[in-house]
Protein backbone atom coordinates (compact mmCIF):
# COMPACT_ATOMS: atom_id res chain seq x y z
CA UNK A 1 0.00 0.00 0.00
CA UNK A 2 1.44 3.57 -0.68
CA UNK A 3 1.21 6.30 1.67
CA UNK A 4 1.95 9.93 0.93
CA UNK A 5 3.00 11.49 4.09
CA UNK A 6 2.94 15.72 3.48
CA UNK A 7 5.20 17.49 6.23
CA UNK A 8 7.26 13.90 6.16
CA UNK A 9 10.60 15.36 6.94
CA UNK A 10 9.47 17.25 10.23
CA UNK A 11 9.35 15.81 13.76
CA UNK A 12 6.13 13.59 14.31
CA UNK A 13 5.82 13.22 10.49
CA UNK A 14 9.59 11.38 10.36
CA UNK A 15 8.61 8.91 12.91
CA UNK A 16 5.51 7.77 11.00
CA UNK A 17 7.46 7.32 8.12
CA UNK A 18 10.16 5.00 10.13
CA UNK A 19 7.17 3.25 11.25
CA UNK A 20 5.14 2.76 8.21
CA UNK A 21 8.23 1.63 6.24
CA UNK A 22 9.18 -1.01 8.80
CA UNK A 23 5.71 -2.42 8.32
CA UNK A 24 6.48 -2.70 4.74
CA UNK A 25 4.48 0.22 3.40
CA UNK A 26 5.78 2.35 -0.01
CA UNK A 27 6.39 5.68 2.05
CA UNK A 28 6.22 8.99 0.02
CA UNK A 29 6.69 12.26 1.55
CA UNK A 30 6.15 16.13 0.57
CA UNK A 31 8.17 18.94 2.66
CA UNK A 32 8.99 21.98 1.39
CA UNK A 33 11.80 21.67 4.35
CA UNK A 34 10.74 25.19 5.86
CA UNK A 35 10.82 23.21 9.32
CA UNK A 36 11.57 19.50 8.84
CA UNK A 37 14.94 18.36 8.27
CA UNK A 38 16.13 15.93 5.13
CA UNK A 39 18.83 14.07 8.21
CA UNK A 40 15.05 13.21 9.28
CA UNK A 41 13.80 11.16 6.68
CA UNK A 42 14.68 7.75 6.22
CA UNK A 43 16.46 7.20 2.19
CA UNK A 44 13.31 4.25 1.40
CA UNK A 45 10.86 7.11 1.55
CA UNK A 46 10.45 9.23 -1.64
CA UNK A 47 11.11 12.70 -1.23
CA UNK A 48 9.53 15.66 -3.23
CA UNK A 49 10.97 19.27 -1.84
CA UNK A 50 7.33 21.11 -2.61
CA UNK A 51 5.69 23.40 -1.23
CA UNK A 52 1.98 21.77 -0.55
CA UNK A 53 0.37 25.45 -1.97
CA UNK A 54 2.06 24.42 -5.28
CA UNK A 55 0.26 22.85 -8.43
CA UNK A 56 3.40 20.23 -8.57
CA UNK A 57 1.38 18.35 -5.87
CA UNK A 58 -1.30 17.23 -8.42
CA UNK A 59 1.57 16.03 -10.83
CA UNK A 60 3.17 13.95 -7.53
CA UNK A 61 -0.41 12.50 -6.69
CA UNK A 62 -0.51 11.79 -10.76
CA UNK A 63 2.63 10.05 -10.89
CA UNK A 64 2.53 8.21 -7.07
CA UNK A 65 -1.51 7.06 -6.79
CA UNK A 66 -1.38 6.97 -2.90
CA UNK A 67 -3.71 4.75 -1.55
CA UNK A 68 -3.82 7.20 1.75
CA UNK A 69 -2.79 10.45 2.41
CA UNK A 70 -0.77 11.28 6.20
CA UNK A 71 -1.62 15.28 5.81
CA UNK A 72 0.87 16.76 8.40
CA UNK A 73 2.72 19.97 6.79
CA UNK A 74 1.60 22.83 9.21
CA UNK A 75 2.51 26.15 10.23
CA UNK A 76 2.87 24.70 13.67
CA UNK A 77 3.35 28.04 16.09
CA UNK A 78 0.55 29.57 17.15
CA UNK A 79 2.45 33.07 17.93
CA UNK A 80 3.50 33.24 14.31
CA UNK A 81 -0.23 32.40 13.35
CA UNK A 82 -1.10 35.42 16.00
CA UNK A 83 0.94 37.65 13.96
CA UNK A 84 0.54 36.33 10.48
CA UNK A 85 -2.97 35.19 10.17
CA UNK A 86 -2.38 34.97 6.50
CA UNK A 87 0.34 32.75 5.98
CA UNK A 88 -1.07 30.07 9.17
CA UNK A 89 -4.61 30.01 6.79
CA UNK A 90 -2.45 29.98 3.45
CA UNK A 91 -0.55 26.74 4.41
CA UNK A 92 -3.15 25.35 6.91
CA UNK A 93 -6.43 25.98 4.97
CA UNK A 94 -5.24 27.05 1.16
CA UNK A 95 -2.78 24.23 1.09
CA UNK A 96 -5.12 21.70 2.63
CA UNK A 97 -7.45 22.26 -0.08
CA UNK A 98 -4.63 21.93 -2.32
CA UNK A 99 -3.67 18.23 -0.95
CA UNK A 100 -7.87 17.56 -0.58
CA UNK A 101 -8.46 18.28 -4.15
CA UNK A 102 -5.33 16.22 -5.43
CA UNK A 103 -6.70 13.53 -3.48
CA UNK A 104 -10.48 13.51 -5.06
CA UNK A 105 -8.82 14.04 -8.39
CA UNK A 106 -6.53 10.85 -7.88
CA UNK A 107 -8.74 8.52 -6.21
CA UNK A 108 -7.02 8.43 -2.72
CA UNK A 109 -9.10 6.00 -0.03
CA UNK A 110 -8.44 7.87 3.30
CA UNK A 111 -6.80 10.71 4.98
CA UNK A 112 -5.33 10.68 8.46
CA UNK A 113 -4.68 14.37 9.77
CA UNK A 114 -3.43 15.94 12.73
CA UNK A 115 -5.58 18.27 14.75
CA UNK A 116 -4.78 19.74 18.31
CA UNK A 117 -5.83 20.31 21.93
CA UNK A 118 -5.44 24.22 20.85
CA UNK A 119 -8.72 23.75 19.26
CA UNK A 120 -10.42 23.46 23.38
CA UNK A 121 -8.82 26.52 25.17
CA UNK A 122 -9.27 26.84 28.26
CA UNK A 123 -11.17 23.09 29.48
CA UNK A 124 -14.75 23.41 31.11
CA UNK A 125 -13.85 19.89 32.48
CA UNK A 126 -11.50 17.01 32.30
CA UNK A 127 -10.17 14.90 31.16
CA UNK A 128 -11.25 16.17 27.72
CA UNK A 129 -12.95 14.02 25.51
CA UNK A 130 -14.53 14.80 22.35
CA UNK A 131 -17.42 15.90 23.00
CA UNK A 132 -15.86 18.78 24.93
CA UNK A 133 -16.94 22.23 23.46
CA UNK A 134 -14.44 24.15 20.94
CA UNK A 135 -13.18 27.16 21.80
CA UNK A 136 -10.16 28.64 19.70
CA UNK A 137 -7.99 31.39 20.95
CA UNK A 138 -5.39 31.82 18.22
CA UNK A 139 -5.70 31.30 14.37
CA UNK A 140 -3.87 27.95 14.77
CA UNK A 141 -6.50 26.28 16.49
CA UNK A 142 -8.75 27.95 14.29
CA UNK A 143 -6.86 26.76 10.87
CA UNK A 144 -6.60 23.30 12.45
CA UNK A 145 -9.93 23.19 13.69
CA UNK A 146 -11.26 24.48 9.86
CA UNK A 147 -9.62 21.83 8.24
CA UNK A 148 -11.71 18.90 10.24
CA UNK A 149 -14.76 20.57 8.65
CA UNK A 150 -13.26 19.87 5.58
CA UNK A 151 -12.41 16.35 5.84
CA UNK A 152 -16.61 15.84 7.03
CA UNK A 153 -17.34 17.33 3.39
CA UNK A 154 -14.44 15.50 1.45
CA UNK A 155 -16.23 12.44 3.09
CA UNK A 156 -19.80 13.35 2.05
CA UNK A 157 -19.40 14.23 -0.91
CA UNK A 158 -16.82 12.11 -2.53
CA UNK A 159 -16.71 9.27 0.01
CA UNK A 160 -12.98 9.93 1.31
CA UNK A 161 -12.40 8.42 4.66
CA UNK A 162 -11.10 10.21 7.05
CA UNK A 163 -9.36 10.31 10.97
CA UNK A 164 -8.99 12.66 12.47
CA UNK A 165 -6.41 12.16 16.08
CA UNK A 166 -6.54 15.18 18.28
CA UNK A 167 -2.78 15.18 19.98
CA UNK A 168 -1.93 16.21 23.15
CA UNK A 169 1.85 17.76 23.81
CA UNK A 170 3.98 15.35 21.47
CA UNK A 171 6.98 15.12 22.45
CA UNK A 172 10.51 12.62 21.64
CA UNK A 173 13.74 12.15 19.42
CA UNK A 174 13.95 15.18 16.62
CA UNK A 175 11.42 17.67 18.13
CA UNK A 176 12.82 21.16 17.90
CA UNK A 177 14.26 22.77 20.83
CA UNK A 178 15.08 26.58 19.00
CA UNK A 179 12.11 29.44 19.75
CA UNK A 180 8.73 27.42 20.61
CA UNK A 181 9.37 23.80 19.90
CA UNK A 182 8.14 21.73 23.09
CA UNK A 183 9.25 22.03 26.06
CA UNK A 184 10.69 18.52 26.64
CA UNK A 185 13.20 19.46 24.16
CA UNK A 186 13.93 23.13 25.09
CA UNK A 187 14.48 21.35 28.96
CA UNK A 188 16.75 18.56 27.21
CA UNK A 189 18.73 20.69 25.52
CA UNK A 190 19.18 23.93 28.08
CA UNK A 191 19.94 21.03 31.07
CA UNK A 192 22.24 18.99 28.91
CA UNK A 193 24.46 22.94 28.10
CA UNK A 194 24.21 23.18 32.05
CA UNK A 195 21.69 26.17 31.74
CA UNK A 196 18.50 26.78 33.73
CA UNK A 197 15.49 26.78 31.64
CA UNK A 198 12.56 29.29 32.20
CA UNK A 199 9.34 28.07 33.63
CA UNK A 200 6.28 30.19 33.49
CA UNK A 201 4.13 30.78 35.87
CA UNK A 202 4.59 28.80 39.17
CA UNK A 203 5.02 25.39 37.17
CA UNK A 204 2.17 23.42 38.73
CA UNK A 205 0.52 23.74 35.17
CA UNK A 206 -0.76 19.85 34.06
CA UNK A 207 -0.11 18.97 31.09
CA UNK A 208 -0.31 15.51 29.00
CA UNK A 209 2.82 14.34 27.31
CA UNK A 210 2.21 11.45 24.49
CA UNK A 211 5.27 9.95 22.97
CA UNK A 212 6.06 10.23 19.33
CA UNK A 213 6.20 6.39 18.76
CA UNK A 214 2.61 5.55 20.47
CA UNK A 215 1.42 8.99 18.16
CA UNK A 216 3.24 7.36 15.36
CA UNK A 217 1.33 3.65 16.37
CA UNK A 218 -2.02 5.59 16.46
CA UNK A 219 -1.62 6.62 12.62
CA UNK A 220 -0.69 3.04 11.98
CA UNK A 221 -3.82 1.72 13.42
CA UNK A 222 -5.58 4.41 11.82
CA UNK A 223 -4.53 3.22 8.32
CA UNK A 224 -5.50 0.07 9.00
CA UNK A 225 -8.83 -0.26 11.23
CA UNK A 226 -11.91 -0.08 8.76
CA UNK A 227 -12.87 3.54 10.53
CA UNK A 228 -13.59 7.31 10.41
CA UNK A 229 -14.01 10.02 12.28
CA UNK A 230 -12.77 12.34 15.40
CA UNK A 231 -10.06 10.93 18.38
CA UNK A 232 -7.91 12.08 20.65
CA UNK A 233 -4.13 10.70 20.97
CA UNK A 234 -2.98 11.62 24.52
CA UNK A 235 -2.37 9.44 27.36
CA UNK A 236 -4.82 10.90 30.74
CA UNK A 237 -2.03 11.20 32.98
CA UNK A 238 -1.00 14.82 34.44
CA UNK A 239 2.25 15.85 34.80
CA UNK A 240 3.02 18.97 36.08
CA UNK A 241 5.93 21.30 34.29
CA UNK A 242 7.79 21.33 37.95
CA UNK A 243 7.36 17.16 37.48
CA UNK A 244 8.70 17.49 33.99
CA UNK A 245 11.72 19.50 35.23
CA UNK A 246 12.41 17.22 38.12
CA UNK A 247 12.37 14.03 35.49
CA UNK A 248 14.54 15.06 33.52
CA UNK A 249 17.03 16.84 35.60
CA UNK A 250 17.41 13.48 37.55
CA UNK A 251 18.24 11.58 34.37
CA UNK A 252 20.56 14.17 33.52
CA UNK A 253 21.84 14.14 37.10
CA UNK A 254 23.09 17.57 36.98
CA UNK A 255 22.21 19.98 40.10
CA UNK A 256 20.28 22.81 38.16
CA UNK A 257 16.93 24.85 39.02
CA UNK A 258 14.84 26.19 36.85
CA UNK A 259 14.27 29.99 36.40
CA UNK A 260 10.75 31.42 37.34
CA UNK A 261 9.29 34.03 34.99
CA UNK A 262 5.42 35.58 34.55
CA UNK A 263 3.62 33.58 33.14
CA UNK A 264 2.32 34.12 29.64
CA UNK A 265 -0.69 35.47 28.78
CA UNK A 266 -3.43 32.83 27.07
CA UNK A 267 -1.58 29.73 28.77
CA UNK A 268 -3.63 27.23 29.54
CA UNK A 269 -3.93 26.28 33.13
CA UNK A 270 -4.81 22.79 33.65
CA UNK A 271 -5.09 20.20 30.28
CA UNK A 272 -5.44 16.70 29.92
CA UNK A 273 -7.37 13.75 27.90
CA UNK A 274 -8.85 10.81 27.43
CA UNK A 275 -8.26 7.91 24.77
CA UNK A 276 -11.11 5.64 25.65
CA UNK A 277 -12.60 6.33 22.06
CA UNK A 278 -9.69 5.77 20.13
CA UNK A 279 -8.66 2.76 22.68
CA UNK A 280 -12.39 1.09 22.20
CA UNK A 281 -12.66 2.11 18.41
CA UNK A 282 -9.72 1.53 16.71
CA UNK A 283 -7.68 -0.25 19.79
CA UNK A 284 -4.81 2.31 20.18
CA UNK A 285 -3.34 3.05 23.85
CA UNK A 286 -0.51 4.32 24.61
CA UNK A 287 2.42 2.16 25.61
CA UNK A 288 5.07 4.69 26.94
CA UNK A 289 5.59 5.79 30.44
CA UNK A 290 6.53 8.96 30.52
CA UNK A 291 10.15 7.67 32.17
CA UNK A 292 10.84 5.45 29.35
CA UNK A 293 9.57 8.05 26.90
CA UNK A 294 11.67 10.73 28.16
CA UNK A 295 15.15 8.77 28.86
CA UNK A 296 14.89 7.68 24.94
CA UNK A 297 14.56 11.31 24.36
CA UNK A 298 17.39 11.93 26.48
CA UNK A 299 19.30 9.75 24.87
CA UNK A 300 18.87 11.38 21.23
CA UNK A 301 19.75 14.86 22.41
CA UNK A 302 22.42 13.62 23.96
CA UNK A 303 23.73 12.37 20.79
CA UNK A 304 22.56 15.12 18.69
CA UNK A 305 23.32 18.44 20.69
N1 LIG B 1 3.92 18.75 18.14
C1 LIG B 1 2.74 18.66 18.73
O1 LIG B 1 2.64 18.54 19.97
C2 LIG B 1 1.48 18.69 17.89
C3 LIG B 1 0.24 18.68 18.57
C4 LIG B 1 -0.93 18.68 17.81
C5 LIG B 1 -0.87 18.68 16.43
N2 LIG B 1 0.33 18.72 15.80
C6 LIG B 1 0.31 18.71 14.32
O2 LIG B 1 1.16 17.67 13.86
C7 LIG B 1 1.73 18.03 12.59
C8 LIG B 1 3.24 17.86 12.65
O3 LIG B 1 3.77 18.71 13.67
P1 LIG B 1 5.30 18.68 14.13
O4 LIG B 1 5.33 19.08 15.56
O5 LIG B 1 5.91 17.41 13.71
O6 LIG B 1 5.87 19.91 13.29
P2 LIG B 1 7.08 20.05 12.25
O7 LIG B 1 7.23 21.50 11.98
O8 LIG B 1 8.27 19.28 12.71
O9 LIG B 1 6.47 19.33 10.95
C9 LIG B 1 5.74 20.03 9.97
C10 LIG B 1 6.41 19.81 8.63
O10 LIG B 1 5.66 20.48 7.63
C11 LIG B 1 6.56 21.09 6.72
N3 LIG B 1 5.86 22.21 6.07
C12 LIG B 1 5.42 23.36 6.65
N4 LIG B 1 4.81 24.14 5.74
C13 LIG B 1 4.86 23.46 4.57
C14 LIG B 1 4.40 23.74 3.26
N5 LIG B 1 3.77 24.89 2.98
N6 LIG B 1 4.61 22.83 2.28
C15 LIG B 1 5.25 21.64 2.55
N7 LIG B 1 5.71 21.33 3.77
C16 LIG B 1 5.51 22.23 4.78
C17 LIG B 1 7.74 21.54 7.56
O11 LIG B 1 8.93 21.72 6.81
C18 LIG B 1 7.84 20.39 8.57
O12 LIG B 1 8.74 19.38 8.12
C19 LIG B 1 1.30 19.47 12.32
O13 LIG B 1 0.20 19.42 11.43
C20 LIG B 1 0.87 19.99 13.68
O14 LIG B 1 -0.13 20.98 13.55
C21 LIG B 1 1.50 18.72 16.49
Not at 68 to 89: G, K, M, R, T, W
Not at 284 to 297: D, N, V
Amino acid sequence: MKVLITGGAGFISSHIADLLIENNYDVCVIDNLSHGKIRNLDPKAKFYNVDIREKEVFDIFEKEKPDVVVHNAAQISVSNSVENPLEDASINIIGTINILEASRQFGVKKIIYPASAAIFGEPEYLPIDEKHPLNMISPYGVSKHTVEHYLGVYKKSYNIDYVVLRYSNVYGPRQDSSGEGGVVSIFCEKLINGQAPFIYGDGEQIRDFVYVKDVAEANLMAIEKNKSGIYNVCTNSKTTINNLFGYIRDLIGKDISPVYVKEREGDIKNSYMTYDKIGNEIGWRPEYAIHSGLKETLEYYLDNI
